[in-house]
């Protein structure tokens, strides 16, 4: 019994190599047409929404790959962001949710991990025992600082094919489009 096989697009027989025939001699396929389905003009508010969203996701995937090579999520970042901008104050928890990018649905548990990893402290409040601050800690300091040159690069990069003037007038635009009342 001799093995046969396929390989490389031809039939193989104890070494011997046989071209296929790959010629469709049936024509089962002249009576099938493509169907030409015409599209209609999404809206310039539809069009800005579906861009916006494409954008964010685009450019937010690249600076996840980025903040994961250094042991972090975007949403811990974005903690450590903040709580440098409130030092030496630091914030309550809710301070902290207004002010995320995205906002984290478990606040909570996210500060949690952060203080187990010292990047974070928390601390309630003796005059109002409500109020828990949280405050970034110096190895957390530390960390934000290392990662302030690689997200300033990335945020170069991203943008680098738009030229100043068209990222100045993107980020005005952006900052009207999230405004209150918007």
């Known amino acids: 019994m001799r093995c046969t096989y396929v390989r490389y697009g031809r039939l193989e027989t104890q070494g011997s190599f046989f071209p296929l025939d790959n010629i469709c001699c049936n024509k089962y396929r002249c009576g099938m047409t ?41 949403a811990q970042y974005n903690v450590l ?34 203080e187990k990893r010292n990047l974070i402290t928390r601390q309630r409040q003796s005059d109002d025992r409500r109020v828990v601050k ?16 690689p997200v300033r690069e990335l945020h170069k990069r991203q943008f680098a094919h ?5 990222v100045k007038t993107l980020a005005d635009l952006l900052e009207i489009c999230v405004q209150d009342g918007a």
């Not at 709580?83 to 949710?97: F, M, Q, T, V």
């Not at 405050?135 to 290392?146: A, P």
């Not at 738009?162 to 068209?166: K, L, P």
């Open 34 to 74: 493509r169907t030409q389905t015409r599209r209609v003009p999404l809206p310039s508010e539809d069009r800005a929404f579906v861009a916006l969203q494409k954008a964010a996701d685009k450019l937010a995937v690249q600076a996840e790959r980025l903040l994961k090579s250094n042991g972090l999520t975007g």
């Open 81 to 114: 962001r903040i709580l440098r901008g409130a030092e030496p104050d630091g914030l309550a928890c809710s301070s902290i949710s207004e002010r995320m990018i995205s906002h984290d649905p478990d606040m909570t548990r996210l500060l949690d991990r952060m």
């Open 134 to 149: 949280t405050r970034i800690t110096s190895g957390g300091l530390e960390l934000h600082k290392r990662l302030d040159p």
């Open 162 to 166: 738009m030229g100043n003037a068209r």
